[in-house]
């Protein structure tokens, strides 16, 4: 009981911050300096201020000092990171795979905010994940390789070695749809004597690409292929609303892919033989 608690007031924490990063990173503000600040007056935020859910309401989602509306989404990336941290928790226990999955848990929820508010996200995030999950494996590896020993094993078990086939093969499958796409776009774009649709051209952005090559370097290829497999139906149902309701043919696909990991990362396996079984 203390270890759902625990870590689903780790979330709120993570989330508080993850909130920063949403903000700043592609501003290129420092993530440390200055200390958090209002969006509108720049005053800058008190601790008491700034406990994460609690400060929202009793502050009824207003600055302190000038009383303009503070967004929603703090509110709503502080608890979406507590419940995945919770249900993580729930799922995992104390573990490595605990701590890789949250590391990779935020990392989607930063991409996914990013990439709504921009359509575009920094491409040193995904580095930055693809590093990650590189150490995590590297981690892992050393673990297998103690209880193993180093006799009678095949190389192909090795979690580093899953974690470079999956950023590899990740990276090179979407970057090979993700042209194959493009060119489709373009002939369509072509047979329409359009330059673009609303200012877009690709298919799929590099951002997705990069994305991938992270999801393949913490969960392996066949679970990375099935997230790029899956994010589409995800994605179908507020694609289809967008489409008919908004007149508009572009959405943000992180957050798809996002989610999409989110339930690889728990039901991948069963799906794939859920999916060979039929
Ligand atoms: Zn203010």
Same mark, same amino acid.
């Given at each position: 009981m203390?270890? #759902?608690i625990l870590?689903?007031?780790?979330? #709120?924490?993570?989330g508080?911050?993850?909130?920063v990063? +949403?903000?700043?990173?592609?501003?290129? +503000?420092s993530?440390?300096?200055?200390?958090?600040?209002?969006?509108?007056?720049?005053?800058?935020?008190?601790? @008491?201020?700034?406990i994460?859910?609690?400060?929202?309401?009793i502050?009824?989602g207003r600055?302190?000092?000038? *009383?303009?509306?503070i967004s929603?989404? @703090?509110f709503?990336?502080?608890?979406?990171t507590?419940v995945?941290?919770l249900?993580?928790?729930l799922?995992?226990?104390?573990?490595l795979?605990?701590?890789?999955?949250i590391?990779l848990?935020?990392?989607?929820?930063?991409?996914s905010? +990013?990439?709504?508010?921009y359509?575009a996200i920094?491409?040193?995030i995904?580095?930055?994940g +693809?590093?990650?999950g590189?150490?995590f494996?590297?981690?892992?590896?050393?673990?297998?390789? *103690?209880?193993?020993?180093?006799?009678?094993?095949s190389?192909s078990?090795? /979690?580093?070695v899953?974690?470079?086939l999956?950023?590899?093969l990740?990276i090179g499958?979407?970057?090979?749809?993700?042209?194959?796409?493009?060119?489709?776009?373009?002939i369509w774009l072509?047979l329409?004597?359009?330059?673009?649709i609303e200012?877009?051209?690709?298919?799929l952005g590099?951002?997705?690409v990069?994305?991938?090559?992270m999801?393949?370097?913490?969960l392996g290829w066949k679970?990375?292929? #099935?997230v790029?497999?899956?994010a /589409?139906?995800?994605?179908?149902?507020?694609g289809?609303?967008i489409?008919v309701f908004?007149?508009?043919h572009?959405?943000?696909?992180l /957050?798809?892919?996002?989610?999409?990991?989110?339930?690889?990362?728990?039901?991948g396996?069963?799906i794939i033989?859920?999916?060979?079984? #039929?």
């Amino acid at each position: 009981m203390i270890g #759902l608690i625990l870590s689903f007031i780790l979330g #709120l924490c993570i989330g508080s911050f993850l909130n920063v990063c +949403i903000y700043r990173l592609p501003k290129e +503000i420092s993530l440390v300096k200055p200390f958090s600040f209002c969006p509108n007056c720049k005053a800058s935020i008190k601790w @008491y201020d700034n406990i994460p859910l609690l400060s929202y309401l009793i502050l009824g989602g207003r600055c302190r000092n000038c *009383k303009e509306k503070i967004s929603f989404r @703090y509110f709503l990336v502080e608890l979406l990171t507590g419940v995945v941290f919770l249900f993580t928790y729930l799922k995992l226990g104390l573990s490595l795979v605990f701590f890789k999955y949250i590391v990779l848990f935020s990392l989607c929820v930063v991409v996914s905010f +990013i990439d709504i508010d921009y359509r575009a996200i920094p491409g040193w995030i995904c580095i930055f994940g +693809i590093l990650s999950g590189l150490v995590f494996s590297l981690v892992e590896s050393f673990l297998f390789l *103690k209880s193993q020993g180093l006799i009678g094993f095949s190389l192909s078990r090795i /979690p580093l070695v899953k974690s470079f086939l999956g950023l590899f093969l990740c990276i090179g499958l979407s970057y090979f749809l993700k042209l194959m796409g493009d060119f489709f776009l373009w002939i369509w774009l072509a047979l329409k004597k359009k330059e673009s649709i609303e200012g877009e051209r690709e298919a799929l952005g590099l951002g997705d690409v990069d994305f991938l090559g992270m999801v393949g370097a913490f969960l392996g290829w066949k679970l990375g292929f #099935l997230v790029f497999f899956l994010a /589409p139906i995800v994605a179908l149902v507020y694609g289809i609303y967008i489409i008919v309701f908004r007149k508009s043919h572009l959405i943000a696909y992180l /957050p798809f892919l996002g989610i999409a990991v989110f339930i690889v990362s728990f039901w991948g396996e069963e799906i794939i033989n859920l999916f060979f079984s #039929l």
